[in-house]
């Protein structure tokens, strides 16, 4: 059995495996919490009534992009998806708060999902 799952692990897996645990469990407190989330959307949105579904929204794509990588399911096109959303998150978070530990911890996940895409 430890075999079986040792011979299964390589780096892509590895490296799938572990972007996955993050973009879950963002996307299910994304889905369960959402008014914790609303903070970080750009300025623009605050005037929405919708603000907390475009947040769902948001935590539903994770969540589904986390379980494609895990049973990879088009991995690939999976980490193209969410290097884009890293990348836009990244950039609302440079714009609106500077460099901060939460952009520098999504560079190091746009990282993983650009490492992915380019795999061997």
């Known amino acids: 059995m430890l075999n079986a799952i040792l011979s299964k692990m390589n780096r892509e897996n590895i490296l799938s495996y572990f972007l996955a645990f993050v973009v879950i469990w963002f996307g299910i407190n994304e889905i369960f919490n959402p008014e914790s989330w609303v903070v970080f959307?750009?300025?623009?949105?605050?005037?929405?009534?919708?603000?907390?579904?475009?947040?769902?929204?948001?935590?539903?794509?994770?969540?589904?992009?986390?379980?494609?990588?895990?049973?990879?399911?088009?991995?690939?096109?999976i980490a193209i998806i969410l290097s884009l959303i890293l990348a836009n998150i990244i950039v609302t978070l440079l714009f609106s708060s500077g460099l901060s530990q939460i952009a520098v911890r999504d560079v190091g996940l746009l990282g993983i999902s650009i490492a992915l895409i380019f795999k061997n």
């Open 41 to 77: 959307l750009p300025e623009f949105f605050e005037n929405f009534d919708v603000v907390n579904i475009l947040v769902i929204g948001h935590g539903i794509l994770l969540t589904l992009c986390g379980l494609a990588l895990v049973f990879n399911f088009y991995r690939k096109y």
